[in-house]
């Protein structure tokens, strides 16, 4: 039905930068929320940064101006611009979504992708 594809992960220096991709696909009426998680080995799932369709932007503090969430609407696609990594940026990033499948349909529900692995080395 809805699926959620990451993309653009990979190995980097510290104090380098990786640009993130999640793209939603399948049929859906739209998509309200859509957030980047990230989680280390043996760590739980954090919350990195979450935009919503109309373009309002959080960001966990860990994070904040060295990421940037963006998206294209039109693309069903949300973006992680990192900069300036660090090694504490390692991890397995989440693309998540809160979706409305029909016109009809009065709930969302949340969508997770499969995860793209990043890994920053000092």
């Known amino acids: 039905q809805v699926h959620l594809v990451e993309s653009g992960g990979g190995l980097v220096q510290a104090g380098g930068s990786l640009r993130l991709s999640c793209a939603a696909s399948g049929t859906f009426f739209g998509i309200n929320t859509m957030r980047w998680y990230r989680q280390a080995p043996g760590k739980q799932r954090d919350l990195v940064a979450s935009?919503?369709?109309?373009?309002?932007?959080n960001y966990a503090d860990s994070v904040k101006g060295r990421f940037t969430i963006s998206g294209d609407n039109a693309k069903n696609t949300v973006y992680l611009q990192m900069n300036s990594l660090k090694p504490e940026d390692t991890g397995v990033y989440y693309c998540?979504?809160?979706?409305?499948?029909?016109?009809?349909?009065?709930?969302?529900?949340?969508?997770w992708g499969q995860g793209t692995q990043v890994t920053v080395s000092s």
């Open positions: 935009i919503t369709n109309g373009g309002s932007t």
């Open positions: 998540n979504a809160d979706i409305a499948p029909t016109i009809l349909t009065r709930r969302t529900y949340t969508y």
